[in-house]
Every structure is written in structure tokens, then in C-alpha cells.
């Protein structure tokens, strides 16, 4: 597998520091709010490499933080009158909400920062003994002069980057481009005890601390968005190389933007999207969709009507999947015929082909594009006369390829409310009496349930409105 990797700006082989196992660390949300669409993308992006890095063998370690000690998490503890804990606490579960819609699996661990303080204050106090921190009356800065490499992952120098940056005319830095660590504790925040005095921890220095801890020193893969390469990863990379001496991560994957309407998506101008709020109109498994037909280092346009094409296009996946379901159930013949296995074993060129996509640099597009080649072949082969084998075989690829995307996972709603069955009992009888008003009249009633029937060959079927 090749991974583009923003450290060499090229696309590499991958190979993890240990045969068979990858370390991969992913950055996760502020839990002041609820995600927005620019978040889920790195959420979906990196939950489908870690899928794909299972199906293919290995064993994935993969942490995802919450960020729940924070300027906006304060803010807006005193917006809604509750304790910075409870904020986070409520969007962490509003989190897990969101992200199930949108078939994220659970991480390996989610780290939250106020439960790794001690962790955090060692590796300050590492940097402070090296020369790359110092304190001032209580806030401890990270010295950026003093790490040489400073600048190497989003390839800017130390001058270009000073030159460009704000100079605060009271600021007590040392420079301008020093970060902080360690922040003196303010009225009305949450702080803990520490060598310098009641603080609390800078942003950058969280993911180093909890990275290293449930990780160690060096990782495989770690990932973000790609507004994160600077200045978090940067500094992130000083922080844990300069107080270990060793590698911070071998693989460095970003994600890119996320446009809406064409535009830059932006509060001041009305087009920021959370997810919450598309999901009022539309299932989050078509945004996953949606993000998934473009390659993840691509920028994204999104609007209403490309999404509407991206539930169009799950919409055929299911069809195909509730079909198979269906032709299934009739089937009576359990020997494949001689031709049948011919096309069995020509399924496999589907599988390689995607396998052959997703190796090159995670490139879902192309992976998508196999499924539906796959797909047209399954609608063209399979129908009420094709073997339990064969239906079995179109099933298994079918199913085996999407679930490496997180697409086309929900199973068909088989228990139908008694009544509703009854209704379509009902209007089966109908049809056989030429009772046709009576059988448009209860079509009619289960469309306003939300069911939609079918008439077909094989029988009616059903689905969801």
C-alpha cells in the first residue's frame, strides 16, 4: 500500500514499525459544540483506513482524542450556565451520536485531555530540563529557536514564519512563533496543580502527551485535517520530538477542505453546516457517501444537490443488496450450474481491483467506481432463476467491498408492524379480486406510513420510504 505523505510530500510504501500491527493516531474534536461537516471528513477519512488496514491483515491500534479542556469549552460553559465538564461531557455523547449516523467505528480508546495531566506535565517538565521551555510567571512557552527542525512539515523556515507573524506589543514570549504549554490559571476556568503554579494545559501539547502514552514514542500513521498541519502538527512534532529524540510519526496524512456552495465554509456567511443539521434533511450515510466518491486529498464542493446525488447512488448499493436479499429467499436451487461457477470465480477481479484501489493512497473513488461495476454485473446475473450458490457469491463480494467503505451496511427492516403486514395481505387479496380501487386505496395509506411497495415478478416487495 502507498500513503501520500505530507512530511515528503510524496506517496511512499507503506511499512509499519512492527509486522502486522499499525499505531495510528487521529486528532479528534473540541467538545464544545456539534461537529460540523469539514470535521466529518477526516472522522470518515480515517475510519476507512483503519477498515482498510484490517481487511487487509493487520492489527490496528488507532486513538482518537477529545479535546474537552478548551477556551470555546469555557465560552461556552458560561453561555449555558453549566461547568466546562458538563459541555464537554454533553457534546462527547452528542459526538458519539453524530458519528454513529455516519458509521465511524469507535476507536480504540478516546482519550480526553483532563484525564492525562500528569502525563501532560512530565513532558513539559522533560522540554523545560532540555532547554526547549521556559517559564514565565506561570505560563510556560514552548522555545521554538531551539528546535532546529522546526518548520519541516508544512515546509516554511523559521525566518519566513517570524517574519509573517503577529507581534503583540505586551506579548512576554521570547519570540513570536513560541506556543504555549502551560497556561496560568484565570478566574472562572478549570485549572490543576503543576510545577509553575494552577493551570492548564496549551492545546498542542494534549496529542504529544496522550499519543505517547497509549502509543509511544514513535507511531505509524497520524492524521488530521489539513488546516491541522500548521501550527498543531508542528508543534505537535517539536513537543514529542524534542523531549524523546525520536520520530514523532513515520506517515503523515491530511485530508483537504471542504467548500460549500463554492465557497470557503464560514459562519460569517451563513453557510456552516453541522452535521446535526444535514441529517434533519437527509441520512448521514449519503453524507458518508457523498465524501467517500472523492479522493480524500481532493477539496470538496459540497452542496444539496451533490449530496442528492450521493443518496441516489447508496440508494442503487441498497437496491442491489435488498434484491439479493429478496432472490435469496425464493431460491430453490442449490447446485450452480457450470456457468454459474465460471462467473463465480470471475468475482474476484472485483475484489482485486479494489484492494488495488485502495492501495493507492486510500483512493475511494476508484473504489467506489468498482463496487458499481460490480453491481451492474450482479443486476445483469443474478435473477429469480440463479442458484443459492451463485446468490451466495454475489452477496459475499457485495457485502465484504462495502463494509470496507462503512456503505450499504443497514439490513432491510424485515418485521414489519402487524398492522402493515396485514395492509399488505390485504391489498395482495384486492389485486386477486380486481378490487383495484381497494388496492390503490391501502398502496395509498402504507405510502403515507412510509412504505413503499414494489410489484414485480417475484412478488411485492418492499422498503422505506
Not at 493487520?58 to 469555557?74: G, L, M, R, S, W
Request: glycine share 6%; hydrophobic share 35%.
Amino acid at each position: 500500500m502507498k500513503l501520500y505523505n505530507t512530511l515528503t510530500q510524496k506517496k511512499e510504501t507503506f511499512i509499519p514499525i512492527e509486522a502486522g500491527k499499525v499505531r495510528m493516531y487521529a486528532c479528534g474534536p473540541t467538545v464544545y459544540n456539534y461537529f460540523h461537516i469539514g470535521n466529518a471528513r477526516p472522522f470518515i477519512v480515517f475510519d476507512v483506513l483503519r477498515r482498510f488496514l484490517e481487511y487487509t491483515g493487520y492489527e490496528v491500534t488507532f486513538i482518537q482524542n477529545f479535546t474537552d479542556v478548551d477556551d470555546k469549552i469555557i465560552n461556552r460553559s458560561h453561555e449555558e450556565g453549566i461547568t466546562p465538564k458538563e459541555v464537554s461531557e454533553k457534546y462527547i455523547h452528542e459526538y458519539f451520536v453524530d458519528a454513529d449516523a455516519l458509521g465511524i467505528h469507535r476507536a480504540s480508546a478516546h482519550p480526553k485531555v483532563s484525564e492525562h495531566i500528569p502525563e501532560i506535565i512530565d513532558m513539559i517538565k522533560t522540554l523545560e530540563e532540555k532547554g526547549l521551555a521556559y517559564n514565565i510567571d506561570g505560563n510556560v512557552y514552548y522555545h521554538v529557536d531551539q528546535f532546529k527542525e522546526y518548520g519541516k512539515l508544512s515546509k516554511q523556515s523559521i525566518d519566513d514564519l517570524k517574519s509573517g507573524a503577529r507581534i503583540d506589543i505586551n506579548d512576554e514570549k521570547k519570540s513570536p512563533l513560541d506556543f504555549a504549554l502551560w497556561k496560568k490559571k484565570k478566574t472562572g476556568e478549570p485549572y490543576w496543580e503543576s510545577p509553575w503554579g494552577q493551570g492548564r494545559p496549551g492545546w498542542h501539547i494534549e496529542c504529544s502527551a496522550m499519543s505517547k502514552k497509549l502509543l509511544g514514542e514513535t507511531i505509524d500513521i497520524h492524521g488530521g485535517g489539513q488546516d491541522l498541519i500548521f501550527p498543531h502538527h508542528e508543534n505537535e512534532i517539536a513537543q514529542s520530538e524534542g523531549s524523546c529524540g525520536k520520530p514523532f510519526a513515520n506517515y503523515w496524512v491530511h485530508n483537504g477542505y471542504i467548500n460549500i456552495d463554492n465557497e470557503k465554509m464560514s459562519k460569517s456567511k451563513g453557510n456552516f453546516f453541522t452535521v446535526r443539521d444535514i441529517a434533519k434533511t437527509f441520512d448521514l450515510e449519503a453524507v458518508r457517501m457523498f465524501l467517500l466518491m472523492a479522493h480524500y486529498r481532493s477539496p470538496v464542493n459540497f452542496s444539496e444537490p451533490l449530496l442528492q446525488q450521493a443518496a441516489t447512488a447508496l440508494e442503487r448499493l441498497y437496491t442491489a443488496k435488498y434484491q439479493m436479499v429478496f432472490l435469496l429467499e425464493k431460491a430453490a436451487n442449490d447446485t450452480a450450474s457450470e456457468n454459474e461457477k465460471v462467473w463465480i470465480a470471475a468475482l474476484d477481479q472485483y475484489k482485486k481491483a479494489f484492494i488495488q484501489a485502495m492501495e493507492d493512497d486510500i483512493n475511494t473513488a476508484d473504489a467506489i467506481s468498482v463496487i458499481f461495476e460490480l453491481v451492474r454485473d450482479l443486476n445483469s446475473s443474478l435473477d429469480e432463476h440463479s442458484s443459492k450458490p451463485a446468490l451466495l457469491a454475489g452477496k459475499t463480494i457485495f457485502r465484504e467491498l462495502t463494509d470496507v467503505l462503512g456503505l450499504a451496511v443497514k439490513d432491510k427492516e424485515t418485521n414489519l408492524d402487524t398492522e402493515v403486514a396485514a395492509l399488505i395481505k390485504q391489498r395482495q387479496t384486492a389485486r386477486k379480486a380486481k378490487d383495484f380501487k381497494r388496492s390503490d386505496e391501502i398502496r395509498d395509506e402504507l405510502l403515507a406510513r412510509g412504505i413503499v411497495l414494489e410489484d414485480t415478478r417475484e412478488g411485492v416487495k418492499w422498503k422505506k420510504a
